[in-house]
């Protein structure tokens, strides 16, 4: 079942970026993840503003896959300076539908 890893950064020293932005999606990918945005373009519809410089979207095979890519020693040097570098979450969700409605998602 695919699962979606969704971060939120608050970016406070762009010192980890360059590093980061170049690498991490091969990291991705070696898991089995795919982008499907890393973007500073947040428009609020309703409710706050996040406090947040960017949110990225990156779909993965399965939730095992996506707790892969974060323990992965590879990226570990990376989410370091991420995480000194930022304030952030990382989110694991599954493509199920809790209410249980819609034909095309399973449900939860």
């Not at 890893?5 to 980890?16: G, M, N, P, Y």
């Not at 990918?29 to 410089?53: C, F, M, Q, V, W």
């Not at 570990?76 to 409605?101: C, K, M, N, Y």
């Amino acid at each position: 079942m695919p699962a979606y890893l969704i971060a939120q950064v608050k970016i406070t020293d762009d010192a980890w970026v360059a590093d980061y932005a170049a690498c991490t999606h091969e990291i991705a990918a070696k898991h089995g993840g795919r982008y499907l945005l890393r973007s500073a373009n947040i428009e609020t519809i309703e409710g706050a503003a996040p406090d947040t410089t960017l949110i990225a979207l990156i779909e993965f095979p399965s939730a095992d896959a996506a707790r892969a890519f974060a323990e992965d020693a590879e990226y570990a040097p990376l989410a370091q300076a991420r995480q000194a570098g930022s304030e952030g979450h990382f989110w694991v969700i599954d493509d199920t539908d809790v209410a249980g409605s819609i034909p095309y998602l399973p449900k939860g």
